[in-house]
């Protein structure tokens, strides 16, 4: 039985969402939520490996849930259903690894077909025992799955997306330096997170880092996607 968590505040479309799900055979509803907040805080504590997600939701939208979602570990699978459908939103939702994407209104098949994805993805892959053939690989991510990969976690335990977000900032302000505390409050993440992706992308050579010595107090480590000029 695959558990689901649904992240819906307008009640008369969660009720629509329950129905559908527990309409479906080896589907159960978890919990529902009104906001983001209230489920990445039930989420500390419990795994789901199946979300139902609206995107125009108090406190915090879709994309800045799922960002707060994968920076905490966490990499369930995502069913879009909302009546979002701007193409760029669409664009952002899709890079950060959904299943699928579902625009309102809809009808139950559409649903079904939704979380049938979700069950033959999990299924096929998620049981999948040793390595995978090339064409095993490239069937994956070209299958009905829609993902742009299975969980989007990188070594180390770092998450794909999470690592866009930082990079995305590093590169919007690519001629200022920042430390990871810095970083850290612009993208809402904890600074032990941060520090470890800042870690990782200056051994990787992504980024450049050096110590400022002027801050008043002890040396700072600040980091720039683009090359430092060293004082």
Not at 10 to 31: H, K, L, W
């Amino acid at each position: 039985m695959y558990q689901v968590i649904i992240i819906e505040d307008d009640s008369m479309v969660a009720d629509i969402n329950c129905r559908y799900i527990e309409n479906t055979p080896g589907f159960a509803v978890q919990a529902v939520f009104q906001n983001g907040a209230q489920a990445l805080e039930y989420l500390k504590g419990h795994e789901v490996p199946l979300i139902i997600l609206d995107y125009y939701t108090p406190v915090m939208n879709g994309m800045e849930f799922v960002d707060r979602l994968h920076g905490m570990g966490k990499a369930p699978d995502i069913i879009m259903v909302t009546s979002a459908s701007d193409a760029q939103i669409v664009c952002q939702m899709v890079s950060r690894g959904i299943l699928d994407y579902l625009v309102k209104p809809f009808e139950y098949h559409r649903f079904r077909e939704a979380l049938d994805k979700f069950r033959q993805f999990r299924e096929r892959w998620h049981t999948h025992d040793g390595a995978l053939r090339q064409e095993e690989i490239d069937e994956m991510l070209s299958s009905g799955a829609g993902k742009t990969a299975p969980a989007q976690i990188l070594a180390k335990g770092l998450n794909d997306s999470t690592m866009n977000m930082i990079r995305r900032f590093l590169m919007e302000n690519s001629s200022s330096m920042f430390t990871s505390e810095e970083i850290a409050e612009r993208v809402h993440l904890s600074r032990i997170t941060v520090r470890r992706y800042m870690s990782f992308m200056v051994e990787t050579n992504e980024i450049t880092s050096t110590i400022d010595y002027q801050t008043g107090g002890r040396p700072a480590i600040k980091y720039s996607f683009g090359k430092i000029k060293q004082k």
